[in-house]
Protein backbone atom coordinates (compact mmCIF):
# COMPACT_ATOMS: atom_id res chain seq x y z
CA UNK A 1 0.00 0.00 0.00
CA UNK A 2 1.21 3.47 -1.17
CA UNK A 3 0.65 6.57 0.99
CA UNK A 4 0.92 10.00 -0.21
CA UNK A 5 2.46 12.40 2.36
CA UNK A 6 0.83 15.42 2.73
CA UNK A 7 2.85 19.14 3.48
CA UNK A 8 0.84 21.35 4.93
CA UNK A 9 2.00 25.28 4.37
CA UNK A 10 1.39 27.47 7.56
CA UNK A 11 -0.41 30.52 7.45
CA UNK A 12 0.70 33.44 9.08
CA UNK A 13 -0.71 37.12 8.79
CA UNK A 14 2.86 38.22 8.87
CA UNK A 15 3.82 36.05 5.71
CA UNK A 16 0.34 36.90 4.41
CA UNK A 17 0.12 40.53 4.85
CA UNK A 18 -0.35 41.39 1.12
CA UNK A 19 -3.44 39.09 0.82
CA UNK A 20 -4.63 40.23 4.01
CA UNK A 21 -4.75 43.55 3.49
CA UNK A 22 -6.11 43.11 -0.31
CA UNK A 23 -9.05 41.04 1.40
CA UNK A 24 -9.30 44.23 3.86
CA UNK A 25 -9.79 46.45 0.94
CA UNK A 26 -12.26 44.43 -0.56
CA UNK A 27 -14.47 44.15 2.24
CA UNK A 28 -14.16 47.41 4.21
CA UNK A 29 -17.80 49.42 3.90
CA UNK A 30 -19.34 45.90 3.23
CA UNK A 31 -22.35 44.93 4.94
CA UNK A 32 -21.75 41.26 6.66
CA UNK A 33 -24.95 38.89 6.12
CA UNK A 34 -25.93 36.59 8.32
CA UNK A 35 -27.11 33.41 7.20
CA UNK A 36 -29.06 30.69 9.23
CA UNK A 37 -29.31 26.90 7.52
CA UNK A 38 -31.81 24.56 9.39
CA UNK A 39 -32.13 21.80 8.77
CA UNK A 40 -33.37 18.27 10.72
CA UNK A 41 -32.24 14.49 10.75
CA UNK A 42 -34.55 11.71 11.88
CA UNK A 43 -31.56 10.87 14.57
CA UNK A 44 -33.31 13.77 16.61
CA UNK A 45 -36.01 11.48 17.12
CA UNK A 46 -34.28 9.10 19.17
CA UNK A 47 -35.62 9.75 22.57
CA UNK A 48 -32.70 11.33 24.68
CA UNK A 49 -30.15 12.33 22.22
CA UNK A 50 -30.87 15.51 21.44
CA UNK A 51 -31.94 18.81 24.13
CA UNK A 52 -33.40 20.99 20.98
CA UNK A 53 -36.56 20.76 22.52
CA UNK A 54 -38.58 19.30 25.48
CA UNK A 55 -40.03 16.42 23.14
CA UNK A 56 -40.34 15.12 19.76
CA UNK A 57 -43.02 17.52 18.58
CA UNK A 58 -41.11 20.31 20.09
CA UNK A 59 -38.23 19.47 18.36
CA UNK A 60 -39.45 18.73 14.82
CA UNK A 61 -40.44 22.45 15.35
CA UNK A 62 -36.95 24.06 16.85
CA UNK A 63 -35.18 24.55 13.42
CA UNK A 64 -38.66 26.43 11.80
CA UNK A 65 -39.01 28.45 15.26
CA UNK A 66 -35.59 29.54 15.71
CA UNK A 67 -35.53 31.16 11.84
CA UNK A 68 -38.66 33.31 12.44
CA UNK A 69 -37.68 34.43 15.46
CA UNK A 70 -34.54 35.49 14.14
CA UNK A 71 -35.59 37.14 11.23
CA UNK A 72 -38.88 38.55 12.92
CA UNK A 73 -37.79 39.47 16.40
CA UNK A 74 -39.59 39.25 19.57
CA UNK A 75 -41.99 42.28 18.24
CA UNK A 76 -43.97 40.81 15.82
CA UNK A 77 -42.94 36.79 16.91
CA UNK A 78 -45.39 35.82 19.25
CA UNK A 79 -44.97 32.84 19.51
CA UNK A 80 -42.60 30.43 22.26
CA UNK A 81 -38.89 29.57 22.01
CA UNK A 82 -38.03 26.43 22.27
CA UNK A 83 -36.61 24.96 25.21
CA UNK A 84 -33.83 22.29 26.36
CA UNK A 85 -35.66 19.49 28.39
CA UNK A 86 -33.56 21.29 31.79
CA UNK A 87 -35.94 24.65 30.71
CA UNK A 88 -32.44 26.30 28.87
CA UNK A 89 -33.71 28.50 25.84
CA UNK A 90 -32.44 28.28 22.24
CA UNK A 91 -29.18 29.87 21.41
CA UNK A 92 -31.24 31.56 18.89
CA UNK A 93 -31.48 34.69 21.54
CA UNK A 94 -27.28 34.91 21.25
CA UNK A 95 -27.74 35.63 17.36
CA UNK A 96 -30.57 37.41 17.48
CA UNK A 97 -28.67 39.92 19.37
CA UNK A 98 -25.91 39.95 17.31
CA UNK A 99 -28.05 40.12 14.52
CA UNK A 100 -29.51 43.40 15.95
CA UNK A 101 -26.83 44.89 17.67
CA UNK A 102 -24.53 44.64 14.26
CA UNK A 103 -27.73 45.83 11.50
CA UNK A 104 -26.97 42.25 9.65
CA UNK A 105 -29.15 41.20 6.66
CA UNK A 106 -30.08 37.50 7.64
CA UNK A 107 -31.25 34.98 5.00
CA UNK A 108 -32.89 31.75 6.47
CA UNK A 109 -31.69 28.76 3.93
CA UNK A 110 -33.95 25.39 4.72
CA UNK A 111 -31.88 22.09 4.14
CA UNK A 112 -34.43 19.84 5.02
CA UNK A 113 -36.56 21.03 8.16
CA UNK A 114 -39.86 18.64 9.19
CA UNK A 115 -41.33 21.87 9.90
CA UNK A 116 -40.90 25.01 7.19
CA UNK A 117 -40.49 28.14 8.54
CA UNK A 118 -43.37 30.83 8.48
CA UNK A 119 -40.96 33.63 6.78
CA UNK A 120 -38.78 34.23 4.21
CA UNK A 121 -36.73 31.73 3.46
CA UNK A 122 -34.84 29.74 0.76
CA UNK A 123 -36.23 26.29 0.45
CA UNK A 124 -33.29 23.51 -1.06
CA UNK A 125 -36.07 20.81 -0.93
CA UNK A 126 -33.68 18.65 0.23
CA UNK A 127 -36.02 16.73 2.55
CA UNK A 128 -35.31 15.42 6.02
CA UNK A 129 -31.61 13.78 6.69
CA UNK A 130 -31.97 9.98 7.52
CA UNK A 131 -29.09 10.34 10.30
Known amino acids: ??????????????????????????VNGKKPL???????TE?????????????IEQLKLTPALDAEFLMLGKDKWKKELPVSPSGIPSPVILSKVIVDLLGLEVKVIDVGAFVKPECEHIDLNMGVARS
Not at 34 to 40: E, R
Request: hydrophobic content about 40%; charged content about 15%; proline content about 2%.
Open 1 to 26: MMFKTVTQKSFSFVTKGKECQNFTNK
Open 34 to 40: FILVIGS
Open 43 to 55: TTLIPGISAAGQN
